[in-house]
């Protein structure tokens, strides 16, 4: 029997605690070829250069190893019958739905709905740690990393509270079966049920906003015609779900990865709880040292592409380690140190190009208020178990469960 | 509180304008425009958005930032002998910066982080602490930010000597010091140059003279134009569509007002891009409401009794009605003060080496003169050591701090300046942005996107190599292009990418032929024996 590859081992749930050290040992090649012909790339400069290089495309109809998977991961979990979303696509049609939805939520056209949840989040988050009263155990992901999240984006989007036990369920099974150590046949069996469900439970919210609109984003974008025209219903469909599952998936493992963090050195804890702004620093640390989506899979080179001295042929499959690019110490100086105020942080927390993360906006502002609440009002917090269980994908990674014991709440 | 952003990074990603919207806006797709002057109450959001910005382009003050005290007049020194050593220069050497603005402060900041402990002295010709040039013909323009509240951030204390408001009169470089149009004197062990250039104005003085004509470079030239503009003119004639033009043209439509730009040549932009994408530059002025007259010259400017402009001739016979015409005529460089110096400066500006080092007339290379930003012609190596002025901020910026670097490093230690030049505009909510030399250039191609939808990239090649790539709404590939111009990748660009337009095939780029070149010929050879021969400068035309 042969050695399990570099890459075999950080698939391996075994590592999903502590990846980095087999980060460091991949990023000795930063272009890497895989058994199955496609390319790991994991060194920052080579990442960055590749999200901007424009032979570089996101067409997963393009991608030879989604095709063999039966699927694409970053959608949604389905593969059949579900349109892509902008996150699948190149420009110029990614540039035009991105817009399109970006319509509703940002600028330059609805510049201050995100700076204008603040408040609501920390009422949110407020009420969560209320609710943690009296000396307890508490579970840092599912009292504070999940909720916050994912009332959120239940808001923002105008689904109705409540229906989140419904989606939970098929949104879980849809990301393990992302997990690359499933075999093909069972991911994607797995992923066109948890499919099903998920895009009948949105067509019936889409339809339900269109007869009587709010002021929710799917509201928006059913009724609206803006100057590119309105969104096909296939695609508003994907849209809403994949704004639905990254909007909250990715931002409860950088909570509580950040909880953890903060857990593990005490020293920053306490500066953090004297410093409330440092939060916004540290997030972005954050973002680098224990980055909620680990890498980018299924990019497709259009062309033969020459980088730190491989050729990535076209018609290959990329996949870009961000977790690893961001420990490049070719970049960043002691990568391996948590320094919560790490001046010029440029890191790949969120991607980068075209396609950097639409939700960053969001997912920045949640962390940050949670985070200093769970820095100024957790009395005495304690790890219960260190390391805490993490869930299953190597790609989202984050813990399952974060068991701290507390002392009780300040006011 | 004050906060700059460095436009030549910003990729337009709007992650500022998601986090602190009340100071960061963007227009269009990418365009992005700030508020340098924030509210204090607005600190939190600002550092929210600097600390998430993906490229760190958005630089705050620091809080605590005090002011260098002004010193009382000092004496005229003398040059004091710079031991071999760097290290006491470094801690006890006299600094003189001429040109208080974007450069000189930069440059100044770097002098200080490099450990730099000896006297500063900072001369400025302007009343005003270093401000920041590119708003005024945007946001100040617009009416959403005043004029005065351009200065530049600072990112560190600096400790100097500020003796703004007097212009330096003269270099005298054996004895190492700089003449003050107050008469005083000022030694140095090392000066930087950055003087920077002014408008060209009108050439025609009695007419440049009229109420309503002005150029527009300092921030009382934006005070007043903005004035006029808000007084809601008939009509406004921009004389010229290069940059500032055509940003001009661009607020007066923002502000509904009617606009006319005349510019003689075939296009506008036509010296920066070339006239194929100047072409579709001036589409895009049609399309918003400008009349834009190519081919076309302003001839005459007529006043009323008052000394009101009122009427302005072209060559094409017609006349307009106005009452506000911006001469942008393009620059004049600031290096008269350094007549008789010796030094090789003239019209074409103060000549340097790669590393910022001035030349003397004789093509010799100072040991203790550095030259940094719009005033400054350096060597590109990149595109065959062509003599190249940058009138951009970036380069002010970048030449800045390798001439601060140099001035405190030995002969081993020191930095070429190897930036590729960039330039950012914003017209007509289109984002307009350069990486490499388009002007030295021989053809374009179209390479991505789409010219219909004003979102695409060119590029630019010069016999069989990219040079420059220009990018309208499409910021965030530009950074691709950067290092196949200076790797001198093979032009047209023949590789698969997304996004390819129908037809990416190379044309003319057209440039208008440069200027015969022995009409700049300023500089004459006289005497017989090596140690004789000297280089002249002259005003001179040779026959
Ligand atoms: C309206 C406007 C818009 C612009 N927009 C853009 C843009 O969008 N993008 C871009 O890339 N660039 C833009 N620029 C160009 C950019 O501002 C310049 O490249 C930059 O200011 C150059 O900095 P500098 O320090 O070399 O020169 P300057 O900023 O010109 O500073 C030189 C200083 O030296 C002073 N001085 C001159 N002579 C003397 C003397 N004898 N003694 C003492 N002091 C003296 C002057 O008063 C001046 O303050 C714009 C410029 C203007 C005017
Ligand atoms: S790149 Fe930075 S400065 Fe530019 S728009 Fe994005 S966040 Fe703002």
């Given amino acids: 029997m042969t050695e399990p590859s570099t890459w075999e081992q950080i698939l391996d749930y075994s590592n999903r605690a502590n990846p980095y050290p087999l980060y460091d040992e991949l990023r000795r090649r930063p272009v890497t070829r895989l058994a199955d012909g496609s390319y790991l790339v994991s060194s920052y400069a080579e990442i960055a250069a590749l999200l901007h290089d424009p032979r570089v495309s996101s067409d997963i109809g393009r991608n030879p190893a989604a095709a063999a998977a039966g699927a694409s991961v970053g959608d949604d979990g389905d593969g059949q019958g579900m349109t892509p979303t902008f996150l699948s696509m190149d420009p110029p049609d990614h540039d035009k739905f991105r817009r399109i939805t970006m319509r509703h939520f940002g600028p330059p056209a609805t510049p201050g709905r995100v700076a204008g949840m603040e408040a609501r989040m920390t009422e949110i988050v407020t009420d969560l740690i209320d609710k943690m009263a009296g000396p307890s155990r508490i579970d840092i992901v599912d009292d504070l990393a999940y909720p916050l999240p994912v009332t959120v984006i239940c808001e923002l989007l105008g689904v109705p509270p409540g229906d989140e036990q419904r989606f939970r369920v098929w949104v879980d099974v849809a990301l393990q079966s992302t997990d690359p150590g499933l075999d093909p046949e069972t991911q994607q069996k797995k992923r066109a049920e948890a499919g099903r469900e998920l895009r009948a439970f949105m067509e019936e919210l889409v339809e339900a906003h269109r007869q009587a609109p709010g002021t929710d984003l799917i509201s928006a974008m059913a009724t609206d015609d803006g100057p590119e025209g309105r969104m096909p219903d296939g695609q508003l469909v994907s849209t809403g779900l994949l704004l639905l599952i990254a909007g909250h998936e990715t931002t409860v493992n950088l909570i509580s990865n950040g909880a953890l963090t903060l857990l593990r050195h005490p020293a920053e804890l306490q500066r953090l709880r004297d410093d409330p702004d440092l939060a916004i620093p540290m997030v972005e640390e954050l973002l680098r040292y224990e980055p909620p989506v680990h890498f980018v899979p299924f990019r497709t080179a259009l062309d033969d592409i020459d980088i730190a001295g491989t050729t990535i042929p076209a018609g290959a499959s990329l996949t870009l380690v961000l977790a690893a690019g961001n420990r490049d110490p070719a970049h960043v100086t002691d990568p391996g140190l948590f320094i919560p105020d790490r001046p010029n942080n440029q890191h790949l927390g969120f991607g980068g190009g075209v396609h950097l993360c639409f939700g960053a906006p969001l997912a920045r502002l949640e962390a940050q208020i949670a985070l200093t609440a769970f820095a100024s009002r957790l009395k005495n917090p304690r790890l219960v178990t260190d390391p805490p269980p993490y869930r299953p994908s190597p790609f989202l990674r984050g813990p399952s469960h974060l068991l701290i014991d507390i002392d009780g709440i300040t006011s | ?543």
């Fill in chain 2, 1 to 543: 509180m004050r906060l700059v952003v460095d436009l030549t990074k910003c990729q337009g990603y709007a992650q500022c304008a998601f986090l602190a919207p009340d100071v960061f806006t963007i227009q269009g797709d990418e365009a992005l425009t700030y508020d340098p002057v924030p509210d204090e109450a607005q600190r939190r959001r600002i550092r929210r958005a600097a600390a998430a910005c993906p490229v760190q382009a958005i630089r705050i003050d620091q809080p605590d930032r005090s002011e260098g005290a002004r010193h009382p007049d000092g004496t005229p020194g003398t040059a004091a002998p710079i031991e071999g050593n760097g290290g006491s220069f470094k801690r006890s050497g006299r600094i003189v910066i001429v040109g208080a603005s974007l450069s000189g402060l930069r440059a100044a900041e770097r002098l200080r982080e490099e450990g730099f402990t000896g006297s500063l002295t900072i001369i400025g010709e302007e009343t005003h602490e270093p401000y920041d040039r590119p708003p005024l013909s945007k946001q100040v323009l617009a009416g959403s930010v005043p004029s005065e509240d351009t200065t530049l951030p600072r990112r560190r204390e600096i400790d100097a000597d500020w003796r703004l408001g007097v212009a330096a009169t003269g270099l005298d470089l054996a004895a190492k010091q700089v003449q003050l149009a107050d008469g005083g004197r000022i030694g140095f062990d090392k000066l930087l140059i950055a003087t920077g250039v002014r408008a060209r104005s009108w050439p025609n003085a009695a007419e440049a003279a009229l109420a309503g004509v002005l150029t527009l470079r300092t921030r009382e030239d934006a005070a007043t134009l903005r004035q006029l503009l808000a007084r809601r003119p008939r009509r406004v004639l921009v004389i010229g569509a290069g940059f500032i033009g055509c940003e001009v043209a661009s607020v007066c439509r923002e502000l509904g007002l009617p606009v006319t730009v005349a510019e003689a040549g075939p296009a506008p932009l036509g010296a920066a891009l070339g006239g194929v994408i100047g072409a579709i530059a001036g589409e895009l002025q049609i399309e918003n409401g400008v009349d834009l007259r190519c081919g076309v010259r302003v001839v005459s400017l007529d006043g009323d009794a008052t000394g009101q402009l009122c009427r302005a001739h072209l060559s094409d016979g017609t006349t307009l009605d106005v009452d506000v015409a911006v001469a942008a005529l393009g620059t004049v460089r600031n290096g008269e003060w350094l007549a008789g110096s010796g030094l090789a400066s003239g019209k074409w500006g103060v000549a340097c080496d790669a590393g910022c080092r001035a030349f003397d007339v004789n093509g010799l290379v100072t040991d203790d003169v550095f030259v940094a930003g719009d005033v400054s012609r350096a060597p590109q190596p990149m595109f065959g050591y062509q003599f190249l002025a940058v009138e951009h901020w970036g380069n002010a910026i970048s030449q800045a701090e390798v001439a601060a670097h140099n001035m405190l490093s030995s002969e081993t230690g020191r930095w070429p300046h190897l930036a590729v030049p960039k330039f950012w505009s914003v017209q007509f909510g289109t984002e307009i942005k350069s990486v490499g030399v388009p002007s030295a250039a021989d053809e374009v191609a179209v390479v991505q996107g789409s010219v219909a939808r004003r979102r695409f990239l060119a590029v630019y090649g010069y016999k069989g190599r990219i040079v420059a790539a220009v990018a309208f709404n499409q910021n965030k590939w530009l950074e691709f292009y950067e290092p196949l111009i200076e790797q001198a990748a093979s032009f047209p660009p023949s590789f698969h990418h997304v996004d390819e337009p129908a037809d990416a095939q190379p044309v003319p780029a057209r440039f208008q032929p440069a200027a015969n070149p022995t009409q700049d010929a300023t500089v004459v050879v006289t005497g017989h024996y090596p140690n004789e021969r000297r280089a002249r400068l002259t005003d001179r035309r040779l026959p």
